[in-house]
Structure formats: structure tokens, C-alpha cells
């Protein structure tokens, strides 16, 4: 079946430092999604991106689909305290109408 | 108030109990999710429905199943709780746009199995 896989599982940085979290699926995908999840909190939604090669940016968070619509990222720039929390993907394929979360990251940010 | 309610928000239960994990929505929409959230895991769908005439399994239905009794309304069970079904449940929703719907979740349903 499809799967979503996201690297690094962890990630710790030092506040102002950058953050990368990477997205891999086994299938083609129409369209995915990130979410953030707050410590103790649930998942939110933050963006969607659906075009092949899209980049879209929210302030100092950067997130880019993959020229073969099996891979994203999300790139934070110069991180805060705020930023904590598990990061997830979620990916959808044609036809299917349901996404399938990957792995998450979970950031730490000390300050 | 919240637009996607679970309830209980924490259950302890013993092996071999059964427990139900029921959640509503305000928000209309017509689609509704179960999500299990382990360790390393990150969300995994146990179920999801359509519409209330609409029941389909996820990634690990196994030793679940799930009642849609209103558009609203979305339940888990648990028929006989075992130990590794310890984890932090998520109902969710969405739109029946199919260009992409953004997923609404609930606050969450810990479940710790004894």
C-alpha cells in the first residue's frame, strides 16, 4: 500500500538555526498537505501545495513539492520557540480521496 | 467550543473490555476520520466514512469498527481492548471537495489499555 515517509524523525536546533524536514512517498501524489501539531495539542493544518515543482512560502516557513509529485519539504528559516512541535505530511493519490499522514518530525528548538 | 468534540479525552481501560470513543461535528462536513497516533508512527487511519451510509477501513482496522449514526457523528469501538492498543485517538473531518480538504481534528482521546 501507499507510504509516507518523513526524515528526520527528530530534530533539535538551536533558536535562529534553520530546519528541514523531508517528505517521501511510494506513489505519485495529486496533492499534499503539512500540518503542525503543538505539543499536547492536534494536528493543524498549514498548507497545500498541488502543482508539480510549487513552492509556496508562510513567513519563514518554506514548502516545496517534488518535479515527480513524490516528495516535499518544508524548510524553516531561523527558528523560534514558537516552531515546536511534530511536523507531518500528508499525501493523497488520484482517486483514492484520502490522504495518508507520514512519520512526522518532531523540532525541538532550544533557545 | 471546539468544532470536532471527542469524548472521553482520557480512558483508562482493562484487556478485554470493550470502550467506545465517540466524536461530533458542528462543522458539516461529510467526511469524518479515525486516526491512531503512536510514537514514531505518526497518524495512522483506522477508518473513515464518506457520508453516514459510507464505511471504509484505513491502514489498520483490525480489532476496530466504527458506527457513522449522523452526518455529525462518528464512533469508535473497541470490541476487546488489548494492551498495544494504547495510543492517542484523533477523530477528524473534511470537506467533500475533491480538489483537496483540508482535515480538521479533534482534540484527541487517550486511551491507555491495562
Known amino acids: 500500500g501507499q507510504q509516507v515517509m518523513q526524515i528526520p524523525q527528530y530534530q533539535h536546533v538551536q533558536e535562529g538555526e534553520d530546519f528541514t524536514t523531508y517528505c517521501n512517498s511510494s506513489t505519485t501524489l495529486s496533492n499534499i498537505q503539512w500540518y503542525k501539531q503543538r505539543p499536547g495539542g492536534h494536528p493543524v493544518f498549514l498548507i497545500q501545495l498541488v502543482k508539480s515543482g510549487e513552492v509556496k512560502k508562510q513567513k519563514r516557513l518554506t514548502f516545496q513539492f517534488g518535479e515527480a509529485k513524490k516528495n516535499s519539504s518544508l524548510h524553516i528559516t531561523a527558528t523560534q520557540t514558537t516552531d515546536v512541535g511534530t511536523y507531518f505530511c500528508?499525501?493523497?493519490?488520484?482517486?483514492?480521496?484520502?490522504?495518508?499522514f507520514g512519520t512526522g518530525t518532531r523540532l525541538k528548538v532550544l533557545a | 467550543d471546539a468544532d470536532v468534540t471527542q469524548t472521553p479525552r482520557n480512558r483508562i481501560t482493562k484487556t478485554g473490555k470493550r470502550i467506545m470513543l465517540e466524536c461530533s461535528q458542528t462543522k458539516g462536513h461529510d467526511r469524518m476520520y479515525w486516526y491512531r497516533q503512536d510514537p514514531g508512527l505518526g497518524l495512522r487511519l483506522i477508518y473513515y466514512s464518506f457520508d453516514v451510509k459510507d464505511i471504509n477501513k484505513g491502514e489498520i482496522s483490525d480489532g476496530y469498527s466504527v458506527s457513522r449514526q449522523a452526518q455529525a457523528k462518528f464512533s469508535l469501538s473497541l470490541e476487546s481492548a488489548i494492551p498495544n492498543q494504547t495510543a492517542l485517538y484523533f477523530c477528524a473531518t473534511s470537506d467533500s471537495w475533491t480538489g483537496g480538504n483540508t482535515i480538521y481534528f479533534g482534540e484527541g482521546s487517550w486511551l491507555t489499555v491495562v
Open positions: 500528508a499525501g493523497i493519490t488520484s482517486g483514492t480521496y484520502k490522504y495518508i
